[in-house]
């Protein structure tokens, strides 16, 4: 039997330390230094897997969304089975075609400001489809396509005004946020373009935002679609395609306590569900753009204890990742799980987890409740496999962590951790 278990992380016993897999998390550490990302391969292909099992019953493709986790060998896991991408930049595209140049054909290439530059690449790539974000980028992209003579497949990227409850610097559904085209306006863009021979009406795409946890605003954006799409039918503007977009979420808390809380299983059948629903009687193409859901749980960030330090009233432990490693704790105040890789017996105390960067929002945990915790122990930010690494940087002149992607029982080193000569390199003085 499949276990959908929501983390590859887990202690074999209380005593020992925390594994991904049948890797220890502290051999990996010891042997490829920290911080460390450590991402589950097979996890990883089991949620890509999911989802092409959930939508099974329709022609589809499952186009990950690069910006979660850009690594070259996890894009080139997902490619060998069958994923497309979804990029937001040339340089996305670039990773792509380094990893899996097979996958050109089922790239869509999603943004608010592509360049020029950025598209000519994309044209000359041959990808599946531009997801087009307003009227100026349809123009500029015909104007593209004229030049390179190649046709240009589009989507509109159509804002459907649809509210879903998440961080509000992750939600982009409503009229209020920058993306997207006003669903009201689509159809007459649509009759425009029909008349330039360089431009290829392919379907219609929607993102209503990130880390969104229930199904219905997906149903309710895709309810929106479709009557665009049938609409269009009726004036003669067939479109095959509707991309669904990404943003399915996750539980960042612990589920340990609620075993009866839904799987990741569970998870996308009910949004499957909801999306089929909306999408009854249209016989085309659904294309879907998930990323977080794929790669977040599948990733823990490996850290090491450098000090505990009692200041007044708090604990503070110190940890040798920081912010700029992984920043979605002082970006959107989200909650990561802190596991000690092992954990030492006594009463849980209460910490604060930061990092060394010199910024007041450079940490992982406020007030959160531990176990024990000395210098040189090490420990997990779990659910760090998304939007982690992709969205480090060198602030504070810190090299970025290396990554290690354990497969079955074998684990390897996908990125080196950076050196001062990588960070030196582009600087001029
Ligand atoms: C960020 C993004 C995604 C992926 O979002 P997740 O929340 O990671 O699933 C998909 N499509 C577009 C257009 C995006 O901007």
Same mark, same amino acid.
């Given at each position: 039997?499949? =276990?959908?278990? =929501?983390?590859?992380?887990?202690?074999?016993?209380?005593? =020992?330390?925390?594994?991904?897999?049948? !890797? /220890?998390?502290?051999?990996?550490?010891?042997?490829?230094?920290?911080?460390?990302?450590?991402?589950?391969?097979?996890?990883?292909?089991e949620r890509l897997q999911l989802f092409q099992q959930s939508f099974k019953s329709r022609d589809h493709l499952i186009c990950y969304a690069v910006k979660a986790n850009s690594a070259l060998a996890i894009l080139k896991l997902?490619?060998?089975? @069958?994923?497309?991408?979804?990029?937001?930049?040339?340089?996305?595209?670039?990773?792509?075609?380094?990893?899996? =140049?097979?996958?050109?054909?089922?790239?869509?290439?999603?943004?608010? @400001?592509?360049?020029?530059?950025?598209i000519d690449l994309a044209l000359t790539a041959g990808i599946l489809q531009f997801n087009v974000e307003s009227v100026a980028e349809l123009e500029l992209l015909a104007v593209r396509a004229k030049k390179l003579k190649?046709?240009?497949?589009?989507?509109?990227?159509?804002?459907?005004?649809?509210?879903?409850?998440?961080?509000?610097?992750?939600s982009t559904g409503l009229r209020e946020h920058k993306f997207g085209i006003d669903i009201r306006l689509a159809a007459a863009i649509y009759r425009s373009?029909?008349?330039?021979?360089?431009?290829?009406?392919?379907?219609?795409?929607?993102?209503?935002?990130?880390?969104?946890?229930?199904?219905?605003?997906?149903?309710?954006?895709?309810?929106?679609?479709?009557?665009?799409?049938e609409d269009l039918g009726r004036d003669g503007i067939a479109l095959r395609v509707i991309d669904a977009g990404g943003g399915l979420g996750i539980d960042y808390h612990s589920d340990a306590a609620k075993t009866s809380a839904p799987g990741p299983d569970e998870k996308v059948q009910e949004y499957a569900a909801a999306i089929e629903q909306a999408l009854r009687?249209?016989?085309g193409r659904l294309l879907l753009e998930p990323g977080r859901f794929i790669v977040a749980q599948a990733g823990a960030l490996v850290a090491r204890v450098l000090q505990v330090k009692r200041n007044g009233k708090k604990t503070f432990v110190i940890t040798d990742a920081a912010m700029n490693d992984l920043i979605r704790p002082a970006l959107y105040q989200a909650h990561h799980e802190i596991v000690p890789v092992r954990p030492r017996a006594g009463r849980m105390q209460t910490f604060d987890v930061v990092g060394p960067v010199c910024e007041t929002g450079d940490f992982f945990a406020r007030d959160r409740k531990l176990k024990p915790l000395e210098p040189g122990d090490l420990v997990a930010l779990l659910d760090a496999g998304a939007y982690g690494m992709a969205q480090s940087?060198?602030?504070? !002149?810190?090299?970025?962590?290396?990554?290690?992607?354990?497969?079955? /029982?074998?684990?390897?080193?996908?990125r080196r951790r950076e050196t001062m000569a990588d960070l030196l390199a582009p600087e001029l003085f």
């Open positions: 039997m499949t =276990s959908f278990s =929501s983390r590859p992380f887990h202690h074999p016993q209380p005593d =020992s330390a925390l594994c991904c897999g049948k !890797t /220890s998390l502290e051999a990996l550490a010891h042997r490829y230094g920290t911080p460390l990302y450590v991402y589950s391969a097979d996890q990883i292909i997902l490619a060998y089975r @069958g994923a497309g991408f979804d990029i937001v930049s040339g340089g996305e595209l670039q990773r792509v075609q380094t990893a899996a =140049s097979e996958a050109m054909g089922h790239v869509v290439f999603s943004g608010v @400001g592509k360049t020029s530059a950025e190649r046709k240009a497949r589009f989507a509109l990227r159509v804002n459907p005004d649809v509210f879903a409850e998440t961080h509000p610097y992750i373009a029909a008349n330039n021979r360089w431009l290829v009406a392919n379907g219609v795409s929607v993102h209503i935002g990130s880390q969104i946890r229930a199904a219905a605003p997906f149903g309710a954006a895709i309810v929106r679609v479709k009557k665009l799409v009687g249209f016989e940087s060198n602030y504070n !002149t810190r090299m970025r962590p290396a990554e290690v992607l354990v497969e079955g /029982s074998r684990a390897r080193l996908i």
